[in-house]
């Protein structure tokens, strides 16, 4: 009963039609970076996508450069609060501490944590931890701070341990951030670096999701995702369809 | 000896092992002139620091009981607790918080914020006790004194102000600016005694400015005659002083102090802010319970007029006889003065009455309210409430978590028999975490409490108070059971054997509850089962709840709904009813899918990043669960869950991996759920002792 409900929730999630727009989804050694100003959602998106994963039975670790990672805990609470709303979940309520046993939380201080450190304790919570981890999400990254093959040696990383890795890039620039291909002028330095690449942008009321980079692809195309403003999820935005 | 309320403080000292506490305790005992010479702890002159008073103490350099100690600062009577900071120990860091009015939380200038200043705040939190910080060991290499008052407010959540910035850093460490007088302060003299006081050292004098600044705009938040001061450009000192108290009274501020208690230097600045900006007993709202109206909460009087209610919050066997340490909350106490213990009913009047220094004490003629005492000769347990006569009060219970380990002792020879009696006695007496019974079936004496440190301090306190030696078994692990579905029962207890039989019936069902415990619920109508006998079947439930059939343990997480049933009215009895329920309940727990649970503890392990990997792994091996590991630079923790069972001996492995620099701490969290392949282990083992103790 409830394997059934879950699996529901897995097919309609929203993140299917995201995986749908690149090719199946992010796919291993591969990496995908959400790029927008502060506090548009980036960080919620990554904590949806990381939701999924868990959902799916994935180990998943959340790699953030706060200052503190309380909040943190408490999103990943909530979303699976979210989804225990929805009828029949209830049931499965029982498993969220289950899918949260599958979440490492890293911590890494901004000013003292260099890309290779880093590396080197992903890989030892990996390799010693025995943490089968299938998916990394690195929230917070300085990408001016961090040197141009910062996010190469990621990419490597991820090509070797066959990982997923998500990441958020927080745009701080003036006015325009994006050039004619919609592609953020300050990530334009590690854009081969870049598997996918999507944009967050406010349009009116709600926050409105751009790929900008496909895999092999650089086509702008709107994702017809939303971010709802009260549960914080991605979800489908059903104006875009009716367009 | 000062008698004026507002000129009393009752202070603990908290704060994670190792951050100095001891060694600052001895350095307000020297300041004070209660001791004539500082010792330090695992001092070279083989003294040891005056407040840890237990041999093992001096020996393991740590503090495990809580010493109480009276000094004089400044025209004003202290009382400080000097905490344990051992996790394993907290139940004496609650037991002082609740006695307390507030503290002093120590944190080490490298160190920060770490898992144990967590806890201690977290308790200070639920005590609602107001505190100020001191950042010790500023002459450590690393000392970051602004980084630690940020982990104060980031981590912590508190709006942490500096009151001092450091005069050099390090083995530069000469002494601190004092930001409210805005004077430079040197500790000279061999032992710091000699306060210099000197205008701020130029090179400072911007840092300072910068600092006051934040401190007066902190400040002026409580005081709206501050803020017009500071606007008009000349606060006094002691308009600063009294919004810097109002907002630490209010837990709203706090308020950060520098130094390093091991070179001498910031301690008797920290005595002045406990003067200036702890609160008075009086300042403290105290509740009791009335037990005479119901349980209703009733507010205390710290006024000497009203009549006399104290709590008794430690006892200790001491080579004068028992000594009863208390805190007086109303009214006062005098030799000859009658009291009730309101727990067990029981009149005592007030014989000779001390305060305590460490291990010396002084014989006093009275206290009154707000005061810490000790009385000689009164038989009562810790965590009794008395009150004069014509009272029924309780000071609201101190919060005692359950054990979760357990070992067999056994006295090496008939002699050592009656000392371990004797010291267990003394023991469970003085700590209710720690506790003792003899099994029934195997006749061996089994001592239960909060981890393996925590057992071991008993076991080397036997042998060295008490000459009682004791071999020990196996650390054992506090199992629970709980079922996991609804099950409904219905059962007859019928037994006629000439003259009166026994009958009862019993219908309904038992159900899993998740917050664990035992809850039991009457839904019989029409009266089948008379209304006299519904405590029976709670009592009779309650009884086979206290043994499980999977392996023999307590079952929580249980509720019982009775919902019809059956009785005579010749042989239905209390008796025959509560047979029945545990029949009824012997019957259907295998069908509810009983599971194994095991006690899961909260680990966290701090030390260099370099060790990282080796912990992950240590924790990997333990069926334990990173839940999330932060680094900073060279220092990193990790936070985990790890089942008890796993953890035993983790503390020399840890040592070996990481050469001695990686510490770690651990607390009960939740029982989980035993996997598969250990539950069979677990019943296998179960099932095997029962066949044996059968064939004998």
Redesign the interface.
Known sequence: MTITVKEELIKRSPLRVLERSISGGLGKGNVGVLASRKGVGKTACLVHIAADKLLQDQHVIHVSYA???DHI?TWYEDIFKEIAKKPKMRAALDEVDELI?RR??????Q???RTE?VL??LE??I?????RAETVIVDGLDFAQAGPTDLRKFKDFAGRLGLELWFSASLKRDDPLFDERGIPYELEGHLDAIDVLISLQHHGDHVHFNLVKDHDRLAPKDLRLKLDPTTLLIAKDVRARAL | MSTDIARMRNIGISAHIDSGKTTLTERVLFYCKKIHRIHEVKGKDGVGATMDSMDLERERGITIASATTNVEWADHSVNIIDTPGHVDFTIEVERSLRVLDSAVLVLCSVGGVQSQTITVDRQLRRYNVPFIAFVNKLDRVGANPFKVRDQIADKLGHNAVLMQVPIGLESALEGVVDLVTMKALYFDGPEGEAVRVGPVPAELAAEAAKRREELLDAASMFSDELMEAVLEGGPTEDLVRAAVRKGTIARKLVPVFLGSAYRNKGIQPLLDAVVHYLPNPAEVENRAVDLDHGGAERVLQADRAAKTVALAFKLEDGPYGQLTYIRIYQGGLRKGDELVNTRSGQKIKVGRLVRMHADTMAEIAEAEAGDIVALFGVECASGDTFCAPGLNLAMTAIYVPEPVISLAIEPVDKNASDRVAKALNRFTKEDPTFRTHVDPESSQTIIQGMGELHLDVYIERMKREYRAEVKTGMPQVAYREAISQAVEFDYTHKKQTGGSGQYARIIGRLEPLAKGGYEFSNEVRGGRIPREFIPSCEKGFRAALKKGQLIGFPVIGVRVVVNDGQHHPVDSSDIAFQTAAQGAFRQTYMKAKPQILEPVMKVSVEGPSEFAGNVFATISQRRGVIVSSVEDGQFSRVDAEVPLGEMFGYSTVLRSLTQGKAEFTMEFLKYGRVPPHIAELLTEQHLESERKKSQR
Do not use: P, Y
């Not at chain 1, 390799?127 to 943490?131: M, P, Q, S």
């Open positions: 200052s503190r990672v805990v046993r490492v939380i890293m911590n890494f201080k000013d003292g944590a450190q080197r304790s030892a919570m390799v010693h931890g025995n943490f």
